[in-house]
């Protein structure tokens, strides 16, 4: 995630400012995990999460998420799909993951490219919407649904669902400007009431936004922030990856990115699966 990009906070574009959190201490690694190695906060949206930058003096960059307390997805769901997808994907490679006193650090090397929030690609945006709509394809193509042991597909995202809400984990002031006269509750039975009755299964992302693709030369060559990633109805993050595209570079170029995909906008799917992600986390 990138401090202009919403995605993935479930924070409204349109929302007042919240109260700034107290700025995090420096970071410091259990000893063994990365010695030699300078860190620099990389960027820090969700209460609770901050990733940091590695850099070590020969010029190689790690990154270090670290978490407090219980957040969802966990930095080991995290690891274990990294881990599981490498073999299929371009990811990038866990160094470790560790939980000194109350936190958990995720290790991960660095991969080449620059994401796509980076000033770079606005020089092209139909062109870098065009990336950013072809490596959501790339992903899906990557390696079939049933090599995946992990499920996020109806039954279990409405399960997850039902908990956070019976339990009060979810807060409508965190939903986005067009779920905003919804209650928790209200939200749910909307839900219950229009998620598609079949899926097209596919692996996905689970958080796919600009922020966590990297491009080199305009295309997508790197996925990142994996923490969610499971067999879902490929809509789930066609959906997400048409809303970013909207919230990130303007919403005329949401058309684009479904051309890009290859697939033609299918919007009660559409409407069911954003709603879906204002309750997810």
Known sequence: MHPDDWCGSNVPLAAPAPEPEPEPQPLKLPAGVAPGWQPSLAWRIVPGVATWRLTHRDGRVRFAKVTAGSVFPSLADEAERMQWAAAHLPVPRVVSLERPAGTTILVTEGLAGRDGTDPLWRRDLPGLVQAFGRGLRQ?????????????????????????????GDVHPGGFHPEHAHFTPETALARLEA???????????????????????????????????????????????????????????????????YGIEPDLERIASYRLLYDLVS
């Open 139 to 167: 992903f899906h193509d990557a390696v079939e649904a049933r090599r995946c042991p992990y499920r996020f597909g109806l039954d279990e995202a409405l399960a997850h669902v039902r908990r956070r809400v019976a339990a």
């Open 194 to 260: 229009t998620l598609p009755q079949s899926e097209d299964s596919v692996v996905c992302h689970g958080d796919y936004c600009p922020p966590n693709v990297l491009l080199t030369d305009g295309r997508v060559t790197g996925y990142v922030d994996l923490g969610e990633l499971g067999v879902a109805d490929r809509w789930w993050d066609v959906a997400i990856g048409g809303w970013s595209t909207g919230w990130n570079f303007g919403s005329e170029f949401e058309p684009g990115f479904y051309a890009a």
